[in-house]
């Protein structure tokens, strides 16, 4: 045992030698070379408006730039909760651009959701649109011979990626290790803004990144997330938000990771990119036809948009990773905080991880302790939902302090949640056996998970949540969106805990409308409801028992005793929702237990040892 540890200290510190160093100088200027040369420079239109096609989305946009001034803004505002069309919003979108697209996402799979959004691009910029993808390294594509691909794929298609592992695209499960002994820092700090800009007029940013599973177009576990499309002045914020992303010292070209350029320079001829393979082809046929088909779109997104006044883009600086001291590095995540600080009324919150920072815990209490207290809803996930468990097990380690120093609300979102099963029946009646892949294999999933280090790398069944007590497609709630006073809402990437407020870079959108706010809240509390959501209330037990609890809560560690201050409820038959606080509550809710639909399993088991033992590593889950 002493012989394999003093091995694997010292394949660590060969890894740390050799993976140190960035590529040089000569081989970057060799690679770009390659690229240059080897680049397609052919476009497939002629036109100066480069065959975009025509766009209520884009034209709506547009109008609301020409009728804003600096004083009176306007903006088209469209929320974006339904899956289908948030993901036929974006071809649309990109089918319509004229001049330039700008993507910047947290995670990119090659599932058919990547793959076509990928294929639509290229095909952008193919037509002359000028196209760039900023994607975090850690989840995003992983294929150091696809990226070789995409660098000379077209010349006005350009990738680079965040903050990369030692250089390279591809991190290996030991470089994952070696990472966290050598700069663990620089490599738990990643970009979680979400961003599709097009023509600098129109963006879409909120939860969703380029995986299946953020589309409702994954056979087991899907998320319920929410973006946002504005068009008008917000627009330029986003742009300038890009460009100083994209300009970072940490956005790193695909020539000069070490791995890309090796195969760049090992290519004897550029190969092309592939033609997608798609697992589910007809589902990726139906939102290419629902792009361009305007009855559809009227109905869907048209619809839905509201035209309004002021709305604020707000994004945290890289630097904010870097000097986390410096108030404007931290701009966005100060903002939400000012704004949910700010409640008179009530507030509306949602998000997947319910581990507060110390700052949101001061405001909360602060809220809870004034003279009239706001009501604090917060819709969140169960342990039966969640794909990240060792947060849920803080959350669960503070349900106390939630509930009676800040007086929250809680809502767990059940697997099976009613709503989100009837929304996703259209993509599930799509299908079918995957078909194998072109070599007669069957692709390659990447499991990614927005949760940094802890469970991030590695094996993809690490990723999947815990095992059910019954079978079947599951899902868990990914959006993050918070509504103050039904006045003005925020939908972004923050999720409003310790990664969002300290090591992530996040963004989003604040409208000031109560249209919108009120639009929003009804969308969160569709997700409290009892065919969707288990209530989070005290338990009913004994004041010894109680006592016991409210000792191992307090505890670091050893916080061993099973019996927590409150559990989970049901709705019975026959009764009426009410909140926890009404005094017929309990008459009409009968308790589930603590983690109910899970089944006995090795996760159940790391959860309630993250609850006894893992309140230190709180800050970097």
Not at 402 to 415: T, V
Not at 540 to 546: D, G, M, N, R, V
């Amino acid at each position: 045992m002493r012989q394999r540890g003093i091995a694997l200290l010292l394949l660590l510190v060969a890894i740390l030698v050799s993976s140190g160093c960035s590529v040089s100088p000569s081989r970057v200027r060799r690679a770009d070379a390659v690229v240059a040369a080897g680049a397609s420079h052919e476009l497939s239109c002629a036109r100066s408006d480069h065959c975009a096609i025509d766009s209520p989305l884009l034209d709506a946009a547009n109008q609301a730039m020409a009728d804003s001034t600096e004083q009176d803004p306007v903006h088209v505002v469209t929320l974006l909760n339904d899956s289908e069309a948030a993901m036929v919003a974006r071809i649309n979108l990109i089918r319509a651009a004229q001049h330039s697209i700008d993507v910047q996402t947290y995670i990119w799979d090659q599932d058919d959701t990547g793959q076509l959004v990928l294929s639509e691009l290229l095909k952008a910029a193919r037509r002359g649109v000028k196209v760039r993808i900023l994607a975090d390294q850690l989840f995003s594509f992983g294929d150091p011979v696809l990226l070789e691909r995409l660098a000379t794929a077209h010349e006005n298609l350009e990738v680079r990626l965040y903050n990369p592992t030692f250089h390279e695209a591809q991190t290996s499960v030991v470089e994952f290790s070696a990472s966290i002994v050598c700069c663990f820092m620089k490599f738990n700090q990643r970009m979680h803004n979400k961003l599709l800009l097009v023509d600098d007029t129109i963006g879409i940013t909120g939860g969703r990144n380029y995986q299946d599973r953020y589309f409702d177009w994954d056979n087991d576990f899907d998320y319920v997330d929410r973006d946002v499309m504005v068009g008008g002045p917000a627009a330029h914020a986003m742009a300038s938000s890009f460009e100083t992303f994209w300009n970072h010292k940490r956005s790193v070209p695909l020539t000069h990771l070490r791995d890309v350029n090796r195969h760049l320079l090992d290519a004897d001829v550029p190969t092309p990119l592939p033609a997608p393979h798609y697992a589910h082809p007809q589902r990726v046929a139906r939102v290419l036809e629902e792009a361009e088909d305007s009855d559809w779109l009227d109905d869907a997104l048209v619809s839905e948009t509201l035209r309004t006044g002021k709305v604020d883009f707000f994004s945290d600086l890289p630097a904010k990773t870097e000097q986390p001291q410096e108030r404007d590095a931290r701009e966005f995540t100060a903002h939400v905080m000012r704004m949910v600080g700010a409640a008179q009324h009530e507030v509306v919150l949602q998000t997947p991880y319910l581990v507060l920072s110390k700052r949101a815990q001061s405001i909360f209490e602060r809220l809870h302790q004034g003279q009239t207290p706001p009501r604090i809803i917060v819709s969140t996930n169960s342990l039966a939902s969640t794909d990240a468990f060792a947060v849920y097990a803080l959350s669960y380690k503070h349900r106390k302090r939630y509930l009676k120093d800040y007086g929250f609300e809680i809502y767990e979102l059940k697997p099976r949640a009613a709503d989100p099963a009837e929304d996703n029946a259209e993509a599930a009646l799509d299908e079918g056996p995957v078909p194998p892949s072109a070599d007669g294999h069957e692709a390659r999933r990447r499991i990614g998970t927005e949760r940094g280090l802890l469970g991030s790398r590695g094996e993809a069944r690490r990723n999947r949540p815990a095992p059910l007590t019954t079978p079947g497609r599951r899902f868990g709630l990914h959006a993050k969106s918070i509504v103050v006073d039904d006045d003005f809402a925020m939908v972004g990437s923050h999720n409003f805990d310790p990664r969002s407020d300290h090591y992530n870079t996040e963004a989003g959108v604040i409208v000031y409308d109560a249209r919108f706010a009120n639009e929003l809240r009804e969308s969160i509390l569709r997700d409290t409801l009892p065919e969707n959501a288990w209530v989070v209330a005290p338990r009913q037990q004994s004041s010894l028992s109680l006592a016991i609890g409210d000792f191992s809560a307090s505890l670091p560690i050893f916080d061993l005793w099973p019996y927590r201050y409150a559990t989970s409820y049901d709705l019975k038959a026959g009764c009426t929702p009410m909140r926890p606080s009404d005094p017929a509550f309990f008459s009409c809710y009968t308790p589930v237990g603590d983690f109910p639909e899970v089944a006995v399993s090795s996760k159940l088991i790391y959860t309630r040892l993250i609850t006894a033992f893992g309140a230190g590593v709180k800050g970097i889950l």
